[in-house]
């Protein structure tokens, strides 16, 4: 099956909370990450939310890595989603579980751009309506 990307969800658990609510190191973290991995970064941007917590993008030439936090929980929820076969995004994730000192990751890759469509799968959540 031949995919035009890869896109990795990573959830990390057990991070420091002081490193999930430093918008700075979470934006240099994030970055090396892309770097790690053989990325290009093209442009990175980053919002620190009150009382806490912070959201940002990290654009690569393949694609991007994007983050957002909960410092409260020690939780981080990170796509990485990469095109093209120079780049793997579970580089990228392994890098980040040791810098945001991880206790465990739960990570799922899924294949983008997916042509042969007898391998498509098709989910749907039920539409509710909007009356």
Not at 6 to 30: K, W
Not at 31 to 55: T, W
Not at 59 to 72: D, G, M, R
Request: charged share 25%; hydrophobic share 40%.
């Amino acid at each position: 099956m031949r995919a035009l990307g890869r896109h990795v969800l990573a959830e990390f658990y057990g991070c420091s909370p002081d490193i999930l609510n430093n918008t700075r190191q979470i934006e240099e973290i994030m970055i090396n990450a892309a770097l790690e991995a053989g990325a290009e970064v093209r442009e990175a941007v980053f919002h620190e939310f009150s009382p806490q917590g912070v959201s940002g993008v990290v654009v690569i030439s393949e694609s991007h890595l994007a983050i957002h936090t909960w410092p409260e929980h020690g939780y981080a929820a990170v796509d990485v989603f990469t095109c093209g076969n120079t780049v793997d995004p579970w580089v990228s994730c392994y890098f980040l579980k040791k810098q945001f000192t991880a206790e465990r990751m739960a990570a799922k890759e899924i294949k983008r751009g997916i042509f042969e469509f007898d391998q498509i799968k098709t989910e749907y959540p039920e539409q509710k309506s909007a009356v």
